[in-house]
């Protein structure tokens, strides 16, 4: 069994309370066993003597201990920040070092959370993309420029915030937390939060990889902090705390657009990630079969993943073809526990809500043409289970979409509605089709299906609310140097684009650098027209 303490200036830290984490397989094999366990060693009524079932526990910190990881993240932050730009980019290119050699470590510390191990790979990927030396070059770029400007050295740098209180979301945890691996590339100092419901890969990346890698890189003490808390009051905390400089907040829209408020009027930058309602556009020349693929990732992880599609509009001349191709796909798609090589559902706990959306826009108008129940862990269909059908709707007509929250909301279910526009000259019908996609008011990422250049330039230069535009490829695999998150609208509130967090938590700071000596007279004529 893992445990891992909190981590405060280098220090192991426990208020005496700990969070264990049962493997997901246990609780689906046995889910009244499983939680009666889970809640006596909670309680510490029961001690976790070698059970099998226990994957580790994380220490819960107190109010004290919330405190103490700030005030730490300021000391070393101050010197932190005088590190030479190159000093941090190369502790950037040693994570990505350390990272890659335990992958395979990772993925297993996910897959007991209960990440299908093919979506675990999948997250980690997007953690050493973030991390590649080419992202970290490109980055380098953008924090500090230098020019020569006549007889005087022309800097334009981004200096840090200071301290980032970093809160990631209950699913994808550890790997959302990793965003703020970034933020210590441009100077600041870091307090990561492991949530309660899923601490364990929050802890082991941080303590088992970051703060080791840290010290070996010669970081004070305290450049990264882990706590365990109550999320509402641990973010209180930190929008009261004159020690965090900027609140970085993974998780729902609502949430989180209200959280950006506070930190606002509180004189903090709030750095948001939130829910996504992600787009695709298939026109009438699109690779059906590699968009009928691409449409298949919408129902990774059951959908419950930001950036997953979680709608299509398609050219009516080819709509029922790419439904077709679509449900001949889903048997790639199914439930099974995390071990499960070919498993990529996850248990969708609150259904009801599934059911209420399917019902409403069924009433409205549109067809199932796929999928609808519910199932085990082994695809067998039971009115009990814990899983759901990929589920495919046929939706007729914008007017329809714009009209049903499947379409027009971020929904945390296998649900892809298939949106077909009514017949219309291809000009028209391309304007109204990307006004559908630009008006959604989330801005993850969006992503075409065309190989007219004419249309793809159209959907470039038009489609202005994500923070990533993706062009006959998959929706969510990773593209080299480009930023893994960031959007606008409801996905990253009033100042939400792409998402280099090292540019968001820090600032722009022009410096100039006269070279040779000038008279004080000559430097007065030159500053003001006409001479001084």
Known sequence: MRSYPNSIAGRDVSAGQWVHVLRASALLDDP??????????????REASGDSRIAG???????????????????????????????????GDALHATFESKVDEFVEVLVAEGHPRRLALWEVAGVLQGL?????????????VRRRAGDRDIRLVRKPDGVVALSPPQNAAASNSLLGLSTLLAGNAIVVKAPRSGPLGVAWAWREVVIPVLAECGAPPGTANLICGAPREVLDHWISSPDVDDLFYIGASGRGIELGDRAT????????????????????????????????????????????????????????????????????VRPGLPEDERALLTPVLKTAGFFDLLGEA???????????????????????????????I???????????????????????????PEPAPDGELLESMLRFVDGNPYGLRNSLWARDPGVIDAFCATVSNGGLLKVNDSHLGFAPTLPTHGGSGLTGG???????PALRTSRLQGISIATDVTPRERIFDTALPGGA
């Open 394 to 420: 046929d939706v007729r007509g914008l007017e329809l979409a714009e009209r049903l929250r499947a379409v027009r909301e971020e929904t945390f279910f296998p649900l892809l509605p298939i949106v077909v």
């Open 57 to 91: 526990r994380v220490a819960v910190t107190s109010v004290q201990h919330w405190e103490q990881a700030a005030a730490a993240a300021r000391e070393a932050q101050r010197d932190w920040a005088r590190r030479p730009l190159t000093e941090r980019l190369a502790l």
């Open 32 to 45: 009244m066993g499983a939680i009666r366990l889970k809640r006596e060693l909670d309680r510490g009524t």
């Open 132 to 144: 590649h030396p080419d992202t970290n070059a490109v980055l380098g770029e953008m924090l500090e």
């Open 265 to 332: 009027a509180a004189g903090k930058k709030a750095v948001l990630e939130l829910s996504g309602n992600d787009g695709v556009l298939i026109w009438s020349d699109a690779e059906i079969d590699l968009a009928a693929q691409a449409l298949v990732e919408c129902f990774y992880g059951s959908s419950q993943i930001c950036m997953v599609p979680k709608y299509a509009v398609v050219h009516p001349d080819v709509a029922e073809r790419l439904i077709e191709a679509l449900i001949a796909r889903l048997d790639q």
């Open 494 to 500: 009033p100042f939400g684009e792409a998402n280099y």
């Open 362 to 392: 069924t009433r409205a108008g549109a067809t199932v043409r796929a999928g609808g129940e519910r199932t085990d862990h082994k695809g067998v269909v039971d009115p009990a289970g814990v899983f759901l059908q990929p589920t495919v």
